[in-house]
């Protein structure tokens, strides 16, 4: 049984590596992204260039998104020549990106009413699990159409998830950046009010890493900190989006999170004193300087 063709549109590092796995593994793929530089790494590896979202959904049977924002997902999607003015029926879009599940569920319900199909699938691990095909996919939507992409997800990840109906996959993520972020921020002030006080840093992670506490994200933040490692490739800005689009997600559920409003506005800070490029335990030097 022949492949399905692939239209891949976003070729970051993770969206590049993933498609560099997919042509190691004999697909083929129209590829789109504004980085001209990596559109034509894509290609000398074999893959089509396409002009527009609506030709790239024209010419594949399954879409992938490797986007940064819902707003920036939409956009793709709605405009005039955008993937849903080109998606066939029977065809399927996979958004490995995190957004915002609402507009996850709109999308689905407008591409449903073409005959198409949708599964979130956000991302866990780093980049070089991409090129290996070894990442943790998230993914979520109505069970026939999820067996349709499975093969493809399962040449793209180590461990692959059915967490339910279509948006479960980002509520999850964005659940799971919540408590990851929320605790890099708690850990990071951990030891730059330690610094203050006078506490040596390394001594604080050998004590509060023998207990409950310890973690890898402690880790992390710790090789940071104390090591001046930044090795959580993650950046601050990620964080933060991340971060908004999780108390949006619990505006809409008529609910609340105060310690997501308390990380926000410390990612939000940092961002804003121009620190958003750098890897979220990176925040420590924020703490470190911060004033009453």
């Known amino acids: ?25 004999g697909y083929e793929l129209n590829v789109m992204d504004l980085n001209k530089d990596a559109v034509a790494a894509c290609v000398a590896r074999g893959a089509s260039a396409v002009s527009s979202a609506k030709e790239l959904a024209e010419a594949s049977d399954i879409v992938m998104l490797c986007l ?4 920036i997902v939409e956009k793709v999607m709605y405009a005039e020549d955008g993937i849903l003015a080109g998606m ?11 957004s915002i599940p609402a507009s996850t569920r709109k999308i689905g319900a407008d591409l449903a009413e073409k005959g198409v199909g949708m599964i979130d699938a956000p991302l866990g691990r780093t980049p070089a699990h991409a090129k290996d095909g070894l990442l943790n996919i998230m993914a979520a939507g109505d069970i026939e159409t999820f067996n349709k992409v499975k093969p493809v997800l399962e040449d793209q990840g180590e461990n692959v998830f059915h967490l339910g109906a279509l ?35 390394q001594q604080l992670f050998d004590i509060m890493s023998t207990g409950p506490s310890s973690s890898p994200f402690m880790q992390f933040c ?20 991340d971060l908004g689009y999780f108390l949006q997600m619990v505006e809409d559920l008529g609910t609340q999170s105060k310690i ?3 990380s926000s506005s ?7 004193a121009g620190m958003g490029n750098g890897n979220v335990p990176e925040i420590f030097d924020y703490f470190l300087k911060l004033k009453k």
């Open 88 to 98: 066939k029926e029977g065809s399927v879009l996979v958004d490995f990106g995190t």
């Open 260 to 262: 997501a409003e308390g």
């Open 68 to 71: 940064t924002t819902s707003a």
């Open 167 to 201: 948006g479960a996959g980002h509520t999850t993520k964005l659940i799971n950046n919540f408590m990851g972020m929320t605790t890099v921020c708690a850990m990071s002030q951990a030891f730059a009010v330690a610094d203050l006080a006078g506490v040596d840093r």
């Open 1 to 25: 049984m022949s492949k399905p063709v692939i239209g891949f549109i976003g070729l970051g590092l993770m969206g590049g590596n993933m498609v560099e796995n997919l042509q190691k593994k």
């Open 222 to 241: 710790k090789n940071y900190a104390v090591d001046d490692v930044s090795d959580l490739g993650f950046s601050i800005a990620n964080a933060n989006k």
């Open 266 to 272: 410390n990612l939000q800070a940092a961002f804003d």
